[in-house]
T-cell receptor, first 115, second 110 residues
Framework: NAGVTQTPKFQVLKTGQSMTLQCAQD?????MSWYRQDPGMGLRLIHY???????DQGEVPNGYNVSRSTTEDFPLRLLSAAPSQTSVYFC??????????????FGPGTRLTVT | GQNIDQPTEMTATEGAIVQINCTYQ??????LFWYQQHAGEAPTFLSY????GLEEKGRFSSFLSRSKGYSYLLLKELQMKDSASYLC???????????FGAGTQVVVTP
């Protein structure tokens, strides 16, 4: 099992550019989430999904879009990058219906810089 | 508002015990989770509590009191590799929705 994978690992964007951060999991988890982590602020939830076709906003959704067309994939789109979106982005998945376990697993992160 | 509070930093000696407290006030509560995060790495899951009481997993134990909005993570027989940030998180309105505290940096000294 690869677990949770994210691409790219590093990205530099110019203000106004758009891009998609990719996230995939092979653990057949129901739930997937996107977080950003800034120094001294902990992890903040951007968007989350409790199943294919179902997404909802977290604490800091503005400037980001998500979709969940399959159980495995949960891409995060930055519509028009701003310097305030410079951060480390983590994707996570949880809830194994076979074991009723809610353990959450994180991907390795994407370090994004917007200039 | 919603709040999850934990101390910013704690220092302890190798072989000792450290207790990291976490208090929370959230709009909903499904469970409380603890993660370990080494610098430059992703968080890794340690334990979670749904019901009041103590959960033990090797050198790590986590306690929950829902009526007090309080949890702690106990790290026993500290090792140098335990130097990391420890994150407290609450699953709030939905099991898929989490709110995190800012993290407690634990420094283990020889």
């Amino acid at each position: 099992n690869a677990g949770v994978t994210q691409t790219p690992k590093f990205q530099v964007l110019k203000t106004g550019q758009s891009m998609t951060l990719q996230c995939a999991q092979d653990m057949n988890h129901e739930y997937m989430s996107w977080y950003r982590q800034d120094p001294g602020m902990g992890l903040r939830l951007i968007h989350y999904s409790v199943g294919a076709g179902i997404t909802d906003q977290g604490e800091v959704p503005n400037g980001y879009n998500v979709s969940r067309s399959t159980t495995e994939d949960f891409p995060l789109r930055l519509l028009s990058a701003a310097p305030s979106q410079t951060s480390v982005y983590f994707c996570a998945s949880s809830y194994d219906r076979r074991t009723y376990s809610y353990e959450q697993y994180f991907g390795p992160g994407t370090r994004l810089t917007v200039t | 508002g919603q709040n999850i509070d934990q101390p910013t930093e704690m220092t302890a000696t190798e072989g000792a015990i450290v207790q990291i407290n976490c208090t929370y006030q959230t709009s909903g509560f499904n469970g409380l989770f603890w993660y370990q995060q080494h610098a430059g790495e992703a968080p890794t899951f340690l334990s979670y509590n749904v019901l009041d009481g103590l959960e033990e997993k090797g050198r790590f134990s986590s306690f929950l009191s829902r009526s007090k909005g309080y949890s702690y993570l106990l790290l026993k027989e500290l090792q140098m590799k335990d130097s990391a940030s420890y994150l407290c998180a609450v699953s709030t309105d939905s099991w898929g929705k989490f709110q995190f505290g800012a993290g407690t940096q634990v420094v283990v000294t020889p």
